[in-house]
């Protein structure tokens, strides 16, 4: 069983930053490869990042490219999520996942709320 936590969401304005961490639970972590997700106001579940478990590749929505960057520490069981020039349409809940056996993602987190105020 797999557990995460995301943390680091909070209110920001127009233009600022905010880093998102992920710790995972579980010896799984190294050998998964690990997603963020966020579900703005209304909307549906949309896919932000993907990180292999090398840390690279790493992919992208074209929404957040050249603005989010992921990343991973195994030793830390940890993914972030690094926001920059941040959007009022970047609001929502953002979750991250595992993709432990490369059939899809398997383990979620509870979220966390990000909004970016203009």
């Known amino acids: 069983q797999v557990q995460l936590v995301e943390s680091g969401g909070g209110l920001v304005q127009a233009g600022g930053s905010l880093r998102l961490s992920c710790a995972a639970s579980g010896r799984t972590f190294s050998r998964s490869a690990m997603g963020w997700f966020r579900q703005g106001p209304g909307k549906e579940r949309e896919f932000v990042a993907r990180i292999s478990r090398y840390g690279i590749p790493t992919s992208y929505a074209d929404s957040v490219k050249g603005r989010f960057t992921i990343s991973r520490d195994n030793a830390k069981n940890t993914v972030y999520l690094q926001m920059n020039s941040l959007k009022p349409e970047d609001t929502g809940v953002y979750y991250c996942?595992?993709?432990?056996?490369?059939?899809?993602?398997?383990?979620w987190g509870q979220g966390t709320q990000v909004t970016v105020s203009s």
């Open positions: 996942a595992t993709d432990s056996a490369g059939a899809g993602y398997d383990y």
